[in-house]
């Protein structure tokens, strides 16, 4: 099999999708500023060495203290 079929097997991505192993759990409430998706909880990074919750559809985040 050439690289050329391999490449074109593969699912196409987004710089918009999640970069995986960030999502630490999937909360229950809805985001407050849009109401269509539930809550994702991130886990820390250096940005926010927190962790912080963030709307995935349109980006709504608070910070963890």
């Known amino acids: 099999m050439s690289l050329k ?3 074109a097997k593969l699912p196409r ?3 918009k999708d999640e970069i ?3 999502v630490e759990k999937e909360l ?3 985001c407050p500023a849009c109401m269509k998706v539930k809550l994702a909880q991130y886990k820390s990074c ?4 927190k962790g912080y ?6 980006g709504y985040k608070i910070l963890s203290e």
């Open 5 to 7: 079929e391999l490449i």
């Open 13 to 15: 991505a987004s710089k």
């Open 20 to 22: 995986p192993g960030s």
């Open 28 to 30: 229950d409430e809805l």
């Open 46 to 49: 250096c940005g926010s060495p």
């Open 53 to 58: 919750i963030k709307c995935r559809a349109c």
